[in-house]
């Protein structure tokens, strides 16, 4: 089993910064793909910044320009730092990571959430 654990959330200002942090931990063949997905009350979970499996990065129209994704691939980590933090960046936010096992087969690993407040 794979265990997914995000830390680093929490309430901050308009124009602030946090940093959120993940870590995949447990029996991992081969990490696929790894990113940060967020859900605000009454709206879907998005995107916001993830790690393709060909390596590249895609981050929602949103968050460009003030968010940057981070990976340590030795660690199994991938960290988000998020700047000019807005109102509308108020959500949970989970990691995702995506395992490749050893007969090819993809399976798909949530953590818990973390919760980011931009609030004045």
């Known amino acids: 089993q794979v265990r997914v654990v995000e830390s680093g959330g929490g309430l901050v200002q308009p124009g602030g910064s946090l940093r959120l942090s993940c870590a995949a931990s447990?029996?991992?063949?081969?990490?696929?793909?790894m990113g940060w997905y967020r859900q605000a009350p009454g709206r879907q979970r998005e995107l916001v910044a993830a790690f393709t499996s060909g390596g590249s990065t895609n981050y929602a129209d949103s968050v460009k320009g003030r968010f940057t994704i981070s990976r340590d691939n030795a660690k199994n980590t991938v960290d988000l730092q998020m700047n000019s933090l807005k109102a509308e960046d108020t959500a949970v936010y989970s990691c995702n990571v995506v395992t490749v096992g050893v007969r090819s087969e993809l399976t798909n690993y949530w953590g818990q959430g973390t919760q980011v407040t931009v609030s004045s």
């Open positions: 447990g029996i991992i063949f081969r990490i696929n793909a």
